[in-house]
Structures are given as C-alpha cells and as structure tokens.
C-alpha cells in the first residue's frame, strides 16, 4: 500500500485536503465582499490602550482605534506580544518539489498523502498534487542526521533562501523510500526530479498546541497563533 520496502508498519485514515492559495484568496475576498477593508505593506508595529475601551493600533501609514484586536500574526506574533516570546517560536521550515518520473505518473501516482516518520520528531510530509502529479515533499524540524549549524539556523525568520543540507537529505531519503521512482533501470531523465526547493516560517509552541482565544491581561484583544505548521508544506 505504500509502495515503501522494508516498512515497519502503516496507518492510514480518511481526511480531507485543500489548495492553500485558493483559500486565502476566498477568505479574503469573503471579508472585502462584506465592508472589510484590508492593508498590505501596513504593518501593525504597536498596540496601546487608549482609554478604558479602545485600543490604538500604531501603523507607518497612522493611527486605528479598536475595541477589539485579533493577533494573528502568527511565529512573528512576540512583535507585539513579547509576553509570549518563550512560548511562540518562528521556525524555518523547508519543502521541496519534484517532477514526478514515469514510475508515479498517471494510474501509478500517490493517492494519499504521507508521513513518512522514523520517530516522533523526525519525518518527512509528502503529497502528490491531482492537478499536475507534482510531488511535494515536507521535512521535520527536528534530524539526527543533519549537522548541528543547519539545526540550529531553524529557528529564523529569514526565508530569503533555502538549505542546501536539508534538500540534500530530503532528496537522498526520498530516493531511499521509494526506490521505484527512477526504476526500470532508466533513472530520472531530463525535466524530472527536483524542480525547486522553498522556505517559510511558521510558528511552534512548547506544548505544540496553538493559541487561540482571548489574552485575559488585555479585555478587548484576542490571539489565534501558534499552529506549529499545520497547513504550510505544500503551499507551493
């Protein structure tokens, strides 16, 4: 059923899945479509009480007065709530995409999504996209075999570029887990294989359980962060 030799054991179980961007664009559009307005380029760099009831959102383009804030920003969420800054961590996480060869094209493609794991914390994510047979392979944050530099520059919250160590490791593991994918002695022709590799930042929390709901020390603002990066890998 895996298509993986040599495993220890399976588990699979209904779930669903969705296209990331499509979304956030349909979220976004859903609040235009009812009076929201919404700023790029605007970031919120502090939050102050103004009064008994409002509070002032500080912006580079002015001022906003609210009775309620949502923070939702996420790893980056010690910015305005450094309260939380030993709670929320940002943590560069790396996916990559793959072209897929013959051996999982077509009637032969992947028809669940994986978790490949050798122990709790280290794993790799996997998915095959119905729409064009990419290959979408995610790494855990946590590998014994990567070096203690590499493990180190995870938590970051620059994605300005990815690490050439972990889409080492990735590709060499992939190979290694499914050796039918350059199979029948042809190996990975031209166009096949890795297209491109990316980084994002997400949060983790040291309970791995995110936060969501009102900040008591603060009537009128609420949090909804820290989700450890469930929904990021194949965002591509």
Aim: net charge neutral.
């Amino acid at each position: 059923m895996t298509r993986i030799p040599g495993v220890t054991a399976a588990y699979a179980w209904p779930a669903a899945s969705s296209h990331p961007a499509k979304l956030a664009h349909f979220l976004l559009q859903s609040v235009i479509d009812r009076g929201a307005k919404l700023f790029t380029f605007c970031p919120a760099t502090e939050v102050k009480r103004n009064g008994s009831t409002l509070w002032d959102v500080h912006t580079p383009r002015g001022v906003m007065a609210a009775e309620k804030v949502i923070h939702c920003t996420n790893a980056h969420v010690a910015l305005l709530l450094p309260q939380l800054e030993a709670y929320i961590r940002p943590n560069r996480a790396q996916a990559h995409s793959l072209v897929p060869t013959q051996a999982f094209a077509a009637e032969r493609s992947l028809q669940s999504t994986f978790s490949l794991r050798y122990s709790l914390h280290h794993f790799y994510s996997l998915i095959q996209r119905k729409g064009d047979g990419t290959l979408i392979l995610g790494v855990s944050r946590s590998n014994p075999t990567l070096s203690a530099e590499t493990l180190a520059s995870r938590f970051s919250i620059d994605d300005s570029h990815y690490n050439q160590e972990i889409a080492h490791d990735a590709l060499q593991s992939f190979n290694k887990l499914f050796p039918d994918y350059a199979s029948g002695g042809q190996g990975i022709s031209h166009g096949e294989g890795l297209d491109h590799a990316w980084t994002g930042i997400i949060s983790m929390t040291t309970d791995s359980v995110p936060f969501v709901g009102a900040i008591d020390c603060w009537p009128g603002q609420y949090i909804c962060a820290g989700f450890n990066g469930h929904g990021w890998f194949n965002n591509s």
